[in-house]
């Protein structure tokens, strides 16, 4: 048997009724080989009013007829979830499938498909009892300034650093550009009807996966996309979720605009994208979010030496097409008349 954290797995897959056959390791899952068929089991770092609400989201969705999904399985007690010395524990069905690459658009196109038919499933989802999760509707405004005032910060420690070469030089011959995208950033969303787009979610609870990446979708043999890990699962614009796809896929294919008109197509023809969230999208995607992410951590996060040079790896990786993203965001910006 595999262990996990010093103790065997199977009295944990009794919780579910489980008599497991052979337990592999793959990532940070288990693929656990049970009489009763194929299973996924996980250590979640989610507390228990997340894990309920994550749990009656899906069965919301389940209900809507979204079906392309790895829902929890029950344990024999009808709990969602197993805690245990302070550590949460979930089963779900093993899904087998291949990660979508960024770079096939017939595989991207399907995830998109398949990202617009979960948002229209959430709709008029109500959480119950001691279900809870993050609600991130509204804040998006104060979230982007506050990022652009560390980046900037970030960019002067750079400026004001003596390192030749490396990380800080990086970002000094990067941070005007930098600075320029992250502030428009934030006067694009504060011109944009964000406040309206907000509103038309009044007396509703707009559900967001969370993160949207390659990894949490898999293509099946009929080129359709299924959904994995809704650890992060939250309260938020479906636009947001969009945005992580889109941004994600458009720094692996430099920034071209006929890769997310592909995803954008797709989704749109399962799920109409209004004016005012295309405006926050384009707000959005101009924000430089990876090399703010990476350098909050070579900054703030104490990165031991050996871990430097992939960090340094990562954000030369966002910035060589940085001429291609502005570019990009134009042509935007023209195609949907924003």
């Not at 595999?2 to 065997?8: I, M, R, S, V, Y």
């Not at 993050?134 to 980046?151: A, S």
């Not at 502005?326 to 910006?333: K, Q, V």
Request: proline share 4%; with cysteine; net charge neutral.
């Amino acid at each position: 048997m595999e262990d996990l954290n010093g103790k065997t797995i199977e009295p944990l897959l009794a919780y579910w009724g489980l008599e497991p056959l052979a337990v592999n390791a793959v990532r940070d899952v288990y693929r656990v080989q049970a009489r009763e068929g194929l299973f996924c089991f996980k250590e979640v770092k989610e507390k228990a009013g997340k894990l309920r609400f994550i749990a009656q989201a899906l069965r919301h969705l389940e209900a809507n007829g979204f079906n392309r999904l790895a829902a929890f399985r029950p344990t024999l007690q009808g709990e969602s979830f197993v805690s245990e010395k302070g550590k949460y524990y979930i089963v779900t069905p093993w899904l087998d499938g291949e990660e979508p690459d960024y770079r096939n658009q017939e595989q991207m196109g399907a995830t998109a498909r398949t990202l617009a038919e979960f948002h229209l499933a959430t709709e008029g989802f109500v959480p119950q009892g001691d279900a809870e999760a993050k609600v991130k509707v509204g804040k998006w405004d104060k979230k982007l300034k506050k990022q652009l005032i560390e980046l900037v910060d970030y960019c002067s420690r750079a400026e004001n650093s003596g390192e030749a070469g490396g990380f800080d030089q990086l970002m000094r011959v990067h941070s005007p550009w930098l600075g320029q995208q992250a502030l428009a950033a934030c006067q694009l969303l504060n011109s944009s009807p964000y406040d309206q787009l907000i509103r038309q979610y009044e007396g509703k609870l707009p559900i967001c996966h969370g993160d949207t990446a390659a990894r949490n979708f898999l293509i099946d043999g009929q080129n359709q996309a299924w959904m994995i890990d809704f650890d992060s699962m939250a309260v938020d614009l479906p636009i947001v979720d969009l945005w992580r796809l889109l941004r994600r896929t458009l720094r692996k294919g430099e920034w071209r605009m006929q890769e997310a008109g592909n995803i954008l197509e797709q989704y749109r023809q399962v799920r109409p994208l209004s004016r005012q969230e295309l405006q926050f999208l384009h707000a959005l995607l101009h924000f430089p979010e990876r090399p703010w992410r990476l350098a909050k951590r070579y900054y703030e996060g104490g990165i031991p030496e050996e871990e430097r040079a992939k960090l340094l790896e990562r954000v030369e990786e966002y910035l060589a097409p940085w001429e291609n993203k502005s570019r990009f965001l134009d042509e935007f910006a023209v195609h949907y008349a924003l």
